[in-house]
């Protein structure tokens, strides 16, 4: 079955840094999001991408955020300068077309900011 | 504004056990409901999804979920829980037409001997 890969699964950085995180979404699915877990946490919406923009993205989806999908199979998270508050499991989830389609998750980033 | 919400921070039941694990929504209409479980260290997996039709629907590692309308709920149940089902259960809403699919705060499910 296809699946959602993330790399790195890992990623220790110094604040102040920045970092992107990589994903390779399922090849014939159109949406694309990302999700963020603060450990212990609940599961948080960060942004979603559909016809290479941003369909829709949350309060914590601020200037430090974006997101690209730059060769048609990657789809990528930038930090531009990471913050304490910024460590957590981060998400790639894929979708197919069609409204009833679930999300299908990667197995996330570690992100540590020291 | 959507929301989802599970009461129960973390369960404990018996291997053999019946489970239930319950989840509360607040949507306008009705939305698309889902249930997903995360293993340590892991990403969220699919276990079912209601859009429409039979209210008792049918997912996978034999769990099944029942939509009540009238009490905006979308509970989670298993006649049978098995070790290996110590995980932690997500519920999750997504509105029809939107892009956003929301979580709850996760029920953490510990199986005893």
């Known amino acids: 079955e296809p699946e959602v890969t993330q790399t790195p699964s890992h990623q220790v950085t110094q604040m102040g840094q920045e970092v992107i995180l990589r994903c390779v979404p399922i090849s014939n699915h159109l949406y694309f999001y990302w999700y963020r877990q603060i450990l212990g946490q609940k599961v948080e919406f960060l942004v979603s991408f559909y016809n290479n923009e941003i369909s829709e993205k949350s309060e914590i989806f601020d200037d430090q955020f974006s997101v690209e999908r730059p060769d048609g199979s990657n789809f990528t998270l930038k930090i531009r300068s990471t913050k304490l508050e910024d460590s957590a499991m981060y998400f790639c989830?894929?979708?197919?077309?069609?409204?009833?389609?679930?999300?299908?998750f990667g197995n996330g980033t570690r992100l540590t900011v020291t | 504004a959507q929301s989802v919400t599970q009461p129960d921070i973390h369960i404990t039941v018996s291997e053999g056990a019946s489970l239930e694990l319950r989840c509360n929504y607040s949507?306008?209409?009705?939305?698309?409901l889902f249930w997903y479980v995360q293993s340590p260290g892991q990403g969220l997996q699919l276990l079912l999804k209601?859009?429409?039709?039979?209210?008792l629907v049918q997912g996978i590692k034999g769990f099944e979920a029942e939509f009540k309308r009238s009490q905006s709920s979308f509970n989670l149940r298993k006649p049978s829980v098995h070790w290996s089902d110590a995980a932690e259960y997500f519920c999750a809403v997504r509105n029809t037409g939107g892009f956003k699919t929301i979580f709850g705060a996760g029920t953490r499910l510990f199986v005893k001997a």
């Open positions: 989830a894929s979708k197919a077309q069609g409204e009833n389609s679930p999300l299908h």
């Open positions: 949507y306008g209409a009705t939305p698309y």
């Open positions: 209601y859009f429409s039709g039979d209210t």
